[in-house]
């Protein structure tokens, strides 16, 4: 039985830092694709970024790049998403995934992961 758990949500003032942190048990991040989602109120879930055995890493053009930088700690089994200066639009409930069904130009979509956490709310105010 696989299983996601999110953690280091929270609310911060725009400007301020968070580090997400999604620990798999039943699953081994080394070998295996891991993304990051958000999801807002009347919104579609959208792909952030996502890793890939901790070579291979991409990141959303419309997210928050160049203020999140997605990482993974084999040891610890553990992804993480941390996000710096942030700002009210990041706000979000965020969750991870993994294992894909198919390729890489693909990883960054909704449909391809088979694992879900449950996520964790990021409120960011102005």
């Known amino acids: 039985q696989v299983q996601l758990v999110e953690s280091g949500g929270g609310s911060v003032q725009a400007g301020g830092s968070l580090r997400l942190s999604c620990v798999a048990s039943?699953?081994?991040?080394?070998?295996?694709?891991a993304g990051w989602f958000r999801q807002t109120p009347g919104k579609e879930r959208e792909g952030v970024a996502a890793?890939?055995?901790?070579?291979?890493?991409?990141y959303d053009d419309n997210a928050v790049r160049g203020r999140i930088t997605i990482s993974q700690d084999n040891a610890k089994n553990t992804v993480y998403l941390q996000m710096n200066r942030l700002k009210p639009d990041a706000t979000a409930v965020y969750c991870c995934?993994?294992?894909?069904?198919?390729?890489?130009?693909?990883?960054?979509?909704?449909?391809?992961?088979?694992?879900w956490g449950q996520g964790t709310q990021v409120t960011v105010s102005s």
């Open positions: 995934a993994a294992e894909i069904w198919g390729r890489w130009s693909l990883v960054l979509a909704v449909d391809q992961y088979r694992w």
């Open positions: 890793i890939y055995a901790g070579r291979n890493i991409r």
């Open positions: 039943g699953f081994d991040y080394s070998r295996n694709c």
